[in-house]
Structure formats: C-alpha cells, structure tokens
C-alpha cells in the first residue's frame, strides 16, 4: 500500500496541472501541442485526458482529437462563487457602487501573483471594458492587485514578485522595485491606480477590502479614460472609499 501512494498524488498533481493548463488556454488543443507545453508521458497524458473526458471534466471535438476544458469545470468554479460568504455579503454594496459611479465594479481575490475576478457590474454606458467572473489578470498591473499589494510588507511583495515584470501594455510598470515605491503612495492615499497598465484606454481604481491583513480582497471602478474627468475621477475615489466602508463592516467577522 505505501508504494501505491506516490503514483496516486502524482496521478492528482499531473490532473490539476492538466485542468489549470486548459484555463489559461481557452479553446481546443491537440494531444501533441498539450504534451509539449507540459512535458508529461505522451501515453499517460492521452489515458488521462480520456479519463477525464469520460468524467467531463474535458470535452474533445468530433475527431476526438483535441480537447479543451468541460462543463463540470464550470460548475465547481461556480459553486465556488456561490458559497462564498464574502460574494454574497458584497452583493448589495457592489450594486450600490455600480448605480452611484455607473461605471463598471468588480469584486475581486488574490491568487498568488494574480488577482481572479469573483463579481462583476457591468457599467451602464455603451463605451464600456469586457469583463467575466473568473478573469485572471496580473496583480502587479491592476489597481485591484496593486491595492492588495500594499496591504503587504515590501519584502513580501519582494518574495512574491520577480524583479522583472511582465509587460502587458506599453505603460505596465515592469521594475518591482518601482512598483514598490508606488505601493508607498497607495498605502498613503487609501487606493491604488491602473493608469491602462492592464487594458489600453481604461483607467481603473482600486481599493483593498480589509477584513484580513494581509487584505487578499478588492474593489475597483474601470472606466474609459476618453469619458474620465477630473470631477469624475473624484467621485469614483469617494464612492470606492464609501464601499469599501461598508463592505469593512459586513465582512467585520469573515
């Protein structure tokens, strides 16, 4: 029995690093484009990849050779959002936020160097950013990451980040130790900014929820910089502020 427990974990580690590929790569892939971005057994990959078909955890295309994430997937992810407490305790906040800036809201964790999206309210104008729950994006090139950040030491934010960063746009800060000295200022003014460092064109404004310290929530406002005045960015700032209040106060014991 003992011999049998390493080839068991091996078989659960090679199956969520099979699953969390399938996230980050939307769409169908073949067996040998799978295998060569993995570097699994070609012969191991293929019975698991069946076997994960056949639970439907995977879905194949009619020639059952290529294959991308299935529907079960989607509802574990979705029983996720649904049970968590901090969601639904946000829910009303979110909607209050979304109808006082019109703008669009998200709701969003940390996950190691990234933050997922756990809520969304899409912004009421034609002009507006797309925006899905369970996005992943950077935490060093968002206001939601960034503001979260801050809430860590600078030697935490060492340890976790690389000291070169990824460049997701022209304007992403891509020195960590930049990116520190910018941290200083969010800690000091209460938010953090996304100045189209994740999305070309969008400016967003991000506060972190501090129900645990270190926060691993946050709340922010994107809006298009061609609609963003110097009133509006003002008012964005005080109703993050107001939500963040609030959400302070019905998170208080989570």
């Known amino acids: 029995m003992a011999g049998t427990a390493p080839a068991a974990v091996k078989s659960a580690v090679r199956t969520v690093v099979l699953l969390e590929h399938f996230a980050a790569r939307p769409g169908l892939h073949s067996l040998a484009d799978i295998q060569h971005d993995l570097g699994l ?9 069946r076997t994960l078909v056949n639970l439907g955890w995977v879905e194949t295309d009619a020639t059952g050779t290529r294959y991308g994430i299935g529907v079960r997937a989607l509802l574990v992810g979705s029983s996720y959002i649904d049970g968590d407490e901090v969601v639904a305790a946000a829910r009303p906040t ?49 206001a939601l990451g960034k503001a979260l950040l801050a809430t860590h030491s600078d030697d935490e ?59 691993r929530d946050a709340v922010s406002c994107s809006v298009p910089v061609a609609r ?14 107001t939500a963040r209040d609030r959400l302070s106060v019905v998170t208080r014991r989570m």
């Open 41 to 49: 057994p070609k012969s191991s990959l293929y019975m698991l990849l």
């Open 94 to 142: 979110l909607d209050r936020l979304s109808e006082d800036t019109t703008e669009t809201i998200h709701l969003a964790r940390m996950d190691g160097r990234s933050v997922v999206y756990l809520a969304t309210r899409q912004s009421q104008h034609y002009l507006r950013p797309f925006t899905r729950v369970g996005r992943r994006l950077p935490v060093h090139s968002t």
């Open 157 to 215: 934010v060492r340890t976790l980040l690389p000291q070169r960063l990824e460049a997701v746009t022209e304007h992403t800060v891509t020195d960590r130790e930049q990116l520190i000295e910018e941290l200083a200022a969010v800690r000091e003014l209460g938010y953090a900014v996304d100045r189209e460092e994740n999305t070309l064109g969008l400016r967003c404004f991000g506060v972190a929820v501090p129900y645990r310290t270190p926060a």
């Open 228 to 241: 963003l005045t110097a009133d509006h960015e003002e008012a964005i700032k005080a109703a993050l502020f």
